[in-house]
């Protein structure tokens, strides 16, 4: 069964029913209650996320209490029906607006929550930063392994922001915490908090921070936290400013009761940030460009040196070692592009070769020049000699067309591959930017390579 679909069928039904309750047609209006009823309760069935049906369980309640109303009292409604539940942000009455505030919410936490058991990113696969890694590890999983460590004065960290230069590994840090803590994580970013509706992204900052603490203990990610928290200045919109507010509010209640809800943010840039935001943050954490060693590790790994995904490639322990020096100043995603790039090389040549050579395995392999010797037949003509094979080397005049898709041997990756990809990539990171980085991290940050 579409779960999803179903859901949406029975919000559309309970529109219907609205508009016709608004219209003061009990008759019809409660039809269409009780047949949107009916198609959420379907969905609330099938429905895996706990979260949802929470949700949607106070939303039945109070259209059971609006269809019941009309059927006892047969009269219409008044303009604004309040809720049975003292709780606004997820329960409300038959408004139309109030069933737009219910859409963001479903689409919120469907959208924004993720099982770490979904993401396949670990501590190992995040190299070098030891210090940001001790810094996460003491904020989110030690206090779940060890709560009784945790007691009294001594209380985990609530909020951390990672800093630093674009590419650094920001976000793959927030997946491998996913991950790791095993904790109900909600990944957000202003895309998924600001809307053109007055009234509604305070609303949706609200509900997010509350069903974190329903499902704590849990961790709020907030991608790009500088868009949400900039500096607060003259003649920003109001409804910015309401935002902003809220989510502060927000972040000074994380923590400070037993919710186990933990806020991790990132930024590429700091300095933009609300002094009011900074100060939330009880730690900053600066996530600086690799360094000679983790670069080498990232080129190991970029080729799935050591498991099964492993691309076939001829490079030693010396060529990756050459291949970390010569990408100073390289984030680890311009390292990943290098890698990418490389890893195309072998496919390139294939696709653009004229003559193949067969190998022990049956399979062909592009020569590695054109023509492959001095006797090689080679047409110069329009017409090509295509299907021509040499008699003093072998090798076939064949285009990558001409073969089946299991008789194609790539070759390996080599060290050239790996040269000539560096040679078209350019590092993105600027020294004036970094620093700046060093700067902010000596007045208000923590070092965490």
Not at 70 to 92: G, M, Y
Not at 143 to 166: C, H
Not at 211 to 225: C, K, L, N, T, W
């Amino acid at each position: 069964m579409d779960v999803p679909l179903m859901r949406k069928q029975g919000v559309a039904t309970i529109e219907t029913a609205i508009q016709y309750d608004h219209d003061k047609k009990i008759q019809e209006a409660f039809n269409f209650y009780v047949k949107g009823i009916g198609q959420l309760m379907l969905a609330i069935k099938y429905e895996k996320n706990k979260s949802i049906r929470q949700i949607l369980l106070i939303k039945i309640s109070g259209y059971i209490d609006r269809a019941e109303t009309l059927k006892d009292h047969n009269r219409s409604p008044p303009p604004q029906s309040s809720s049975p539940h003292e709780n606004n942000d997820t329960a409300s009455g038959v408004d139309g607006d109030d069933e737009k505030q219910t859409t963001v919410i479903l689409n919120t936490v469907t959208n924004t929550k993720i099982n770490g058991g979904d993401i396949d990113v670990t501590w190992n696969d995040v190299v070098g930063l030891k210090a940001t890694k001790a810094s996460l590890y003491e904020a989110v999983i030690l206090p779940k392994q060890f709560p009784s460590m945790f007691t009294g004065k001594r209380i985990p960290w609530s909020a951390i922001l990672l800093y630093g230069p674009p590419g650094t590994g920001k976000s793959f840090l927030a997946k491998a915490v996913a991950h790791e803590s095993k904790s109900t994580f909600f990944s957000i970013s202003s895309s998924d908090i600001m809307s053109k509706w007055q009234g509604e992204s305070e609303k949706t900052v609200t509900a997010l921070f509350k069903q974190a603490r329903m499902d704590s203990p849990s961790v709020i990610f907030i991608d790009e936290v500088d868009s949400l928290a900039g500096e607060r200045v003259d003649g920003e919109q109001e409804s910015t400013r309401r935002v902003k507010t809220q989510l502060l509010m927000e972040m000074q209640g994380v923590g400070s009761s037993d919710d186990s809800v933990m806020i991790l943010a990132a930024t590429n840039t700091p300095w933009t940030l609300d002094s009011a935001f900074r100060r939330r943050f009880q730690r900053r954490i600066f996530v600086p460009l690799p360094d000679m060693a983790a670069r080498t590790e990232m080129f190991r790994k970029g080729l799935g040196v050591g498991d099964s995904s492993c691309v076939t490639h001829v490079l030693d322990d010396n060529d990756f070692r050459s291949l970390g020096e010569k990408t100073e100043g390289y984030s680890g995603s311009d390292v990943t592009n290098v890698v990418r790039s490389a890893i195309m090389e072998p496919i390139r040549k294939c696709v653009s070769a004229k003559q193949f050579v067969s190998m022990d395995n049956g399979r062909y392999r592009p020569v590695d020049e054109y023509p492959n010797c001095a006797y090689c037949p080679i047409d110069t003509t329009a017409s090509p000699s295509r299907g021509k094979v040499c008699e003093r080397c072998g090798a076939q005049c064949k285009q990558i067309g001409d073969l089946d898709e299991g008789a194609l041997d790539i070759p390996p990756v080599t060290m050239n591959d790996m040269l000539l990809s560096l040679d078209t990539m350019s590092k993105t990171v600027s020294e004036q930017e970094l620093d700046r980085f060093t700067k902010w991290t000596i007045e208000f940050g923590q070092d965490g390579s």
